[in-house]
C-alpha cells in the first residue's frame, strides 16, 4: 500500500498535496484498489466549494463514489486527461490520476486533515 | 466463513476477497475489466465452489425433480443438462438450477445463497420412494470459460471434449483426479463447469494444471465481479436481483424453461393463470448512453413518472456503455422504447434493447 509521507489524507480517502495555496486533489492507492476498474471520473465543473461539498464522482465497473473537498476553496484546474484516460486513478493515484487543483480558502482547515501515520491507522495499514 | 478447496490458489494468485454468500470468494485479481476481456478473447478460470449441488435419487426421483421445476425433465436423458427453475405454488420463483441427468441420479446445481432455503423446500415436498442429499459441502466446482476454453482443457484431460454438445457432461480425468466436465457456463462464450470431489491439495494441482494448461492462451483467473457483468452483458438473470419470489419465469423472460403443458408441477396452476390474464411487466434490457452508469435499485422513469426499478446494472466492459436490467409495464417493454434511468438525481436517457446486450 502506497501513502506517501509527504500528502494530507481525509477520511473519505482524498490525498491533498499543498504548494503554496494551491492544493492537488486525487484518491489514495487504498481507495483505488478498493473502487476497482475506474471507467469514469465525473467533475461538472469549476466551482466554490466548502469542506466536505462533493465536487465530483467516481464511477467504477462495480461502484460510484462522491469524490468530497477536503478543504474549502475554488476549483481551478480539472484534469481532462481522465476523460480519455480514467484508469491513470488506478495505475497512477497520487501522479496522473489526481483530479483537481484549487485555491485554498482557509490554510488553517489544512491541520485537520490526516497525516500519512493517522491515515495508515485509519486502513488499518501497517 | 468457508473457504473453498481453492482458496490458497486465490491468495497465491494475489486475489482480491470477499465474503459472499458465507464464502470468502475471490472478487478480482488483475481486475474486473482485464478478467471480462480474458474471458471474451481467449480464456479464464472462476472458482464457483460456493454453488450448491444437490443429488436425487431413488425410483421417484425422476417424477420428483418433473413436479418441482418447470422445465421439462423427461426430455432430459443421460448424459444431459438442462436450465430450469423451481416455483413457489404462487408462481413466484424460488431459485434457478441446472439439472443434470446422471443416469441412475438427478444433480440440482443452485445458487450459493439459496443452498438452505431450497434443501429445506426440496425436503419439505420429497416423495417417498426418492432421495435427497446435500453434496455442496463435499463438491468443488470451476467454470473454465472462453473461445479457448476448449484447446486449454483438451490439453489436461482425455474427455472427449470435441464431441461434447452445449448442455451436456462426461467424466473424465484431470491432474489424476475424477470430474464430471459439462458444457455449461454464465459467460455467453464457449465454455465448461468441471466437478470435483472437494479436496484442497487435489483440487489446488488441479487448478494450477488448468493454469499451466492455458499459458499459451494467455489464462488468467477470474473473479465474482467479472462473473457479472459478462453475466450481465448476456442478459442472464441473477437471483436475488433479477429474479426472486416476487417475480415468474414467464415475465422474467424464462418462459422458454417453463413447460406449462407438461403436465402438473408446483406453481404451474397460478403461471397458467398468469399467461392466460396476461403479464403485466416484463423483465427487458436497457441501454444508457451517458458516461454515467445504472446500477441495481436506481429508478425507472418513463415521461418523468416512476415505473419500476433497475435490477442489475453495471458498466458493460466491451460495449463501453452502461447497461441494465429492469421490470418495466408491458406497455413499455417494446424494443426501442424510451425510458429515463434516475442517476444521482437525473433521469438519463436509456432505450429498451434486445437481449442479450451483446450480440454475438
Redesign the interface.
Known amino acids: 500500500m502506497n501513502i506517501p509521507e509527504n500528502l494530507k489524507y481525509t477520511e473519505s480517502h482524498e490525498w491533498v498535496r499543498v504548494e503554496g495555496n494551491i492544493a492537488t486533489i486525487g484518491i489514495t492507492d487504498f481507495a483505488q484498489?478498493e473502487l476497482?476498474?475506474v471507467?469514469?471520473v465525473?467533475i461538472p465543473e469549476k466551482k466554490d466549494l466548502a469542506k466536505d461539498d462533493v465536487f465530483g464522482?467516481i464511477?467504477a465497473?462495480?461502484?460510484?463514489s462522491d469524490l468530497l473537498a477536503p478543504v474549502s476553496g475554488t476549483i481551478t484546474e480539472i484534469n481532462e486527461a481522465l476523460a480519455e484516460g480514467p484508469e491513470a486513478v488506478?495505475t497512477d493515484p497520487y501522479g496522473n490520476g489526481w483530479m483537481i487543483k484549487m485555491e485554498i480558502n482557509d490554510p488553517s482547515e489544512l491541520d485537520t486533515l490526516l497525516d500519512a501515520e493517522a491515515y495508515k491507522n485509519l486502513i488499518g495499514a501497517s | 466463513m468457508k473457504k473453498t478447496a481453492f482458496y490458497d490458489n486465490h491468495i497465491a494468485m494475489g486475489a482480491?476477497m470477499v465474503e459472499f454468500a458465507g464464502f470468502q470468494m475471490p472478487?478480482?485479481y488483475s481486475?474486473?475489466?482485464?478478467e471480462h476481456k480474458r474471458v471474451r478473447s481467449t480464456v479464464g478460470v472462476f472458482d464457483v465452489s460456493h454453488m450448491g449441488e444437490f443429488e436425487v435419487r431413488g425410483a421417484g426421483a425422476a417424477d420428483f425433480v418433473q413436479r418441482m421445476t418447470t422445465n421439462d425433465v423427461s426430455k432430459l436423458s443421460e448424459g444431459r443438462v438442462q436450465y430450469s427453475t423451481m416455483c413457489y405454488d404462487h408462481g413466484g420463483i424460488v431459485d434457478d438450477l441446472l439439472v443434470y441427468h446422471l443416469g441412475d441420479a438427478f444433480m440440482l446445481v443452485v445458487n450459493a445463497a439459496n443452498i438452505g432455503k431450497d434443501f429445506a423446500w426440496l425436503k419439505e415436498h420429497l416423495a417417498p420412494d426418492a432421495e435427497l442429499v446435500d453434496r455442496s459441502d463435499e463438491t468443488s466446482l470451476l467454470a473454465v470459460q472462453g473461445p479457448r476454453s476448449r484447446d486449454t482443457l483438451k490439453k489436461v484431460t482425455d474427455a472427449p471434449l470435441d464431441d461434447l454438445a452445449y448442455y451436456h457432461w462426461v467424466r473424465g480425468k484431470i491432474a489424476g483426479l475424477e470430474v464430471l466436465i459439462s458444457r455449461t457456463g454464465y459467460t455467453g462464450e464457449l465454455g465448461y463447469e468441471v466437478y470435483m470431489f472437494a479436496d484442497p491439495l487435489s483440487n489446488g494441482k488441479l487448478f494450477d494444471a488448468i493454469m499451466e494448461a492455458g499459458k499459451e492462451f494467455d489464462i488468467e483467473p477470474v473473479g465474482l465481479?467479472a462473473r457479472?457483468?459478462l453475466r450481465l452483458e448476456m442478459g442472464y438473470c441473477l437471483y436475488g436481483n433479477d429474479i426472486d419470489e416476487t417475480t415468474n419465469p414467464l415475465e422474467a423472460g424464462l418462459g422458454w424453461i417453463t413447460k406449462l403443458n407438461k403436465g402438473e408441477f408446483t406453481g404451474r396452476a397460478a403461471l397458467l393463470k398468469a399467461k392466460e390474464e396476461g403479464l403485466r411487466r416484463r423483465l427487458v434490457g436497457m441501454m444508457v448512453d451517458a458516461?454515467?452508469?445504472p446500477?441495481h435499485g436506481y429508478e425507472i422513469t418513463a415521461e418523468g413518472k416512476p415505473v419500476g426499478k433497475v435490477t442489475s446494472g453495471?458498466?458493460s466492459?466491451i460495449l463501453?456503455k452502461g447497461i441494465a436490467m429492469g421490470y418495466v409495464p408491458i406497455e413499455l417493454a417494446a424494443e426501442g422504447t424510451a425510458l429515463g434511468i434516475v442517476i444521482?438525481g437525473n433521469a438519463v436517457d436509456a432505450k429498451v434493447v434486445k437481449l442479450p446486450f451483446l450480440q454475438k
Open positions: 484498489g476497482g476498474d471507467v469514469f465525473d464522482t464511477e465497473v462495480k461502484t460510484v488506478n | 482480491k472478487l478480482q481486475g474486473i475489466i482485464q465481479g457479472d457483468t458516461k454515467a452508469f446500477r453495471t458498466f466492459p463501453e444521482r
